[in-house]
């Protein structure tokens, strides 16, 4: 056991300060700063013997203890075999909180561009990448993994039959409600089936699709990627020599581009209907009159816009929920930042292209 003592203004350690004497030397030597009535101290290191990592640190900050007592230490000059262990003991610096520099609004507005443009870059390589890669499968079957693709088409087409047939009926039934408000003021009721089914085909079921397919298969895919980057799978992928592009994205491309088309007309054909129940029983007017109207106002032009439409709404789903699940970040709250963009993105190239095909079409 090391001992401690005073000399008047000086305090003498010897012996050992290891960590199993240590609480016991700190406590005596708290009493004595609050006992004693001097305010300079002097540490003599002459006899101490023994000392480890713990003591050395305590000795480090013996300065700090004495200034909470109103006092002041200086530490003597320790026996040569010890000066090793207490310079190797040396604590680290108190970090201090440094408040980031305010910078000139043209730099932050560079720096915010430089951002944008590196962003842009990045997901138009993997737009190219995958775009690419999914052609390929064309010519390459082998390389398409079929039992993925036909998994991801029942999960994106079939099941997702039930909601789009019901939100597609409410809107054409809407839309046909919304249409004879209007026309009936100019005893045009008839044309209720013209503008039901240019506007379903061309225009709301295309989009009404592909909105509905972003919230609930985009989102699924975003989350599926980046659950398997969290857990390291695309990285056992490369280190088999796979591309997880290839062997993940691309089955989902195709599954994605050969279901929404088909959903789309099946949205197309129920909208239609829902339109039709309003017209012949709300408006009075006769079935075969309706469906003649119908028939009579459709080209072939309008359901191959429509169609279109769904195949370019479904690449740019993909797309941005392979980018947004392969970049993300974090733990679980990092896969629902990852969903929540994956759809909000999507939401937004949806409108773009349907704007861009508007201009380009009509």
């Known amino acids: 056991m090391s ?43 002459d006899a101490l013997e023994r000392l480890d990592t713990a003591g050395a640190l305590f000795l480090h900050q013996l300065p700090d203890l004495a200034d909470q007592y109103k006092s002041s230490l200086s530490l003597g000059p320790l026996p040569e075999h010890l000066k090793s262990i207490f310079k190797f003991a040396t604590p680290l610096p108190n970090a201090v909180a440094s ?17 944008l443009s590196q962003r842009a870059a990045d997901f138009l390589y993997l737009m190219a990448d995958l775009s690419y890669f999914s052609m ?44 004879a ?70 089955p989902k491309m195709w599954a994605m581009v050969a279901t929404v088309p088909l959903l789309t007309i099946l949205a197309d054909f129920i909208g239609i209907l829902g339109g039709t129940v309003i017209g012949v029983f709300s408006m009075g007017i006769s079935p075969t009159a309706f469906i003649t109207q119908i028939i009579s106002s459709l080209f072939l032009k309008d359901i191959v816009t429509g169609l279109v439409k769904s195949a370019f709404f479904a690449w740019i789903i993909t797309v ?12 679980a709250v990092g896969v629902g930042q990852a969903i929540t963009s994956a759809v909000v993105s999507s939401l937004v190239g949806i409108i773009v292209l349907d704007l861009a095909f508007n201009l380009l079409f009509y």
């Open 3 to 45: 001992s401690i003592y005073i000399e008047g203004s000086t305090l003498f350690l010897k012996e050992a300060l290891v960590l199993a004497n240590l609480s016991e030397i700190e406590k005596a030597i708290r009493l004595l700063f609050s006992e004693s009535p001097s305010d300079r101290w002097q540490v003599n290191l």
């Open 99 to 115: 408040t980031p520099p305010h910078l000139p609004f043209l730099e932050r507005f560079g720096a915010a561009i430089f951002r």
């Open 136 to 179: 390929q499968a064309v010519w390459n079957r082998r390389t398409l993994r079929r039992d993925a693709f036909v998994d991801q088409a029942y999960s994106i087409g079939a099941q997702a039959l039930p909601i789009i047939g019901l939100i597609l009926f409410l809107i054409g039934a809407v839309s046909a409600l919304q249409s």
């Open 181 to 250: 408000a209007q026309l009936r003021q100019f005893g045009a009721d008839i044309f209720v089936a013209d503008l039901l089914a240019i506007g379903i085909t061309t225009e709301l079921g295309p989009l009404m699709t592909a909105i509905m397919v972003a919230g609930r298969s985009g989102s699924a895919i975003a989350a599926e990627i980046a659950t398997m980057k969290f857990s390291e799978e695309l990285d056992a992928l490369r280190t088999m020599a796979l591309d997880p592009l290839r062997f993940v994205a691309v």
């Open 320 to 331: 941005i929920a392979v980018y947004r699940g392969i970049n993300f970040s974090g733990g």
